[in-house]
């Protein structure tokens, strides 16, 4: 047993219970709830690599994980929507003239803090300058976004977007969130670990909050919906189409060929509409195993390079690698950017294939928690664990529910239905999936503290 446990032989075995876990929903509940659960699992597993790579390479504690995943959504609906005309023309000159502003703006404030020595007159040239600069960009800004805001709010009230193919925005989600990451990484990577932790995750609440309230960016709370078009078929395009038809057909010929011509017809309709949910999802996992793929292939390379070794060494006594001549801060920008960059490019992905974009879902200190879980779970420092644990503390977290409810209801079958206690049971059975996660994390720290497929030891230089 010891030896079958080895960690040589966790990685298959992991992965093969994974394979077994999500063919049991196939075959126990229905193979269009087995693939859903699969697509979100590939994108939480590229999520949890951004974050392997802050963390397991370089022990930055990010928690503003969410923060750069609505970024990425946000990228989907700037990509996707088809731009309102109306909108730009009462606001975008407003909109246009604020961003400008805003740029001179950052440029006045370098060249200042390099013009003024360091104290009191830096402060007070700041300061006149920022109190200045407010109030000549909201005298543009406001009018624009109140102009925009009012045009058919009930279904626009936005700008939108440049109209091009959504899986565009999967490299705009990466560019977006890697260039946020960069400021942000220039103003909190000189914090120790756990002021840059409350850091994160107080800009991402920030850049949440931002979403919910910019009407004009992507109509906040009211939501993007029905994002389109989606880089695989419709399902009612393949409904409609006489191949798909035809395909469907010869696949299910023999429980077909016993049925009358009304019944067969009916029965074909039904199986159609099946299969095209079904082939719509497996073309989305097409398009996110390619992604993971090579998310997870340029990890390893990385990893495994020189500058891999010297962020290891970084990560395990960065007092040595700051006197042999490191950059600590500038390492860890690096790294702080690519992970985000990945963040960001799973973010425009789940917007892709939810087909819509809602600020009010990106709850930071719960799906922080679960992305965090995935990493340490799965195994820090190790890509491979990385993935298995998006793959298995998602799988976890969508089953954990219809479980408890059925393990509740097993345990309580001998009651009366209207017994108050099996009620109260039955509906605090949801509730459960938090015990299980948390037991979860406790059983693998206590048997498996480096994770379930730890990271390998090496000998490392700078």
Known sequence: MNRLLSEDNRA??????????????????????ALAILN?????AVMSLGVNIQWGYAGLLNLGVMGFTSLGGLAAVLVSQAPVLEAWAVGGQGMVTSFVLVVITIILAILVSRAVAPGRPRQIAM??????????????Y?????????????????????????????????????????????????????????ATLGISEIIIAVLKNEDWLARGVKNVVGISPAPVPEPIELQ????????????FSSRLATLADTEYQKTLNDLVIQSSSIFVKLCFTGLFLVVLVTVLWLSIRALNSPWGRMMRAIRDNEEAANAMGKNVVRQHLQVFILGSAVVGIAGAMLV???GQFTPTSYQPLRFTF????????????????AVFGGFFIWFIWIEAEPVSIAFMDLVTSGMDESNSLREHLLKSAPHLRLAIMGLVLLFTMRFMPKGIIPEKTRLHSV
């Open 370 to 385: 679960l992305v965090w879980l995935m990493v340490i779970v799965g195994g820090s420092g190790n890509n491979l664990g």
């Open 240 to 251: 409609n189409s006489v191949w798909f038809i035809d395909m469907v057909s010869n696949l």
């Open 127 to 140: 300061t006149i300058l920022f109190v200045g600069a407010y109030f000549v960009i909201n005298s543009f």
């Open 352 to 354: 892709t294939l939810d």
């Open 40 to 44: 979100l699992c590939l994108i939480s």
């Open 12 to 33: 298959p075995l992991a992965f093969g219970i994974m394979a077994v876990l999500l063919l049991s929903v196939g075959y126990g509940q229905s193979w269009s709830l």
């Open 142 to 198: 406001g009018p624009a976004v109140q102009a925009i805001e009012g045009v058919n709010p009930a279904s626009q009230g936005f700008l939108g977007g440049m109209g091009m193919p959504i899986i565009f925005s999967w490299i705009l989600g990466g560019i977006l969130a890697a260039g946020v990451a960069w400021i942000i990484g220039k103003i909190t990577l000189g914090l120790r670990s756990d002021y840059l932790a409350i």
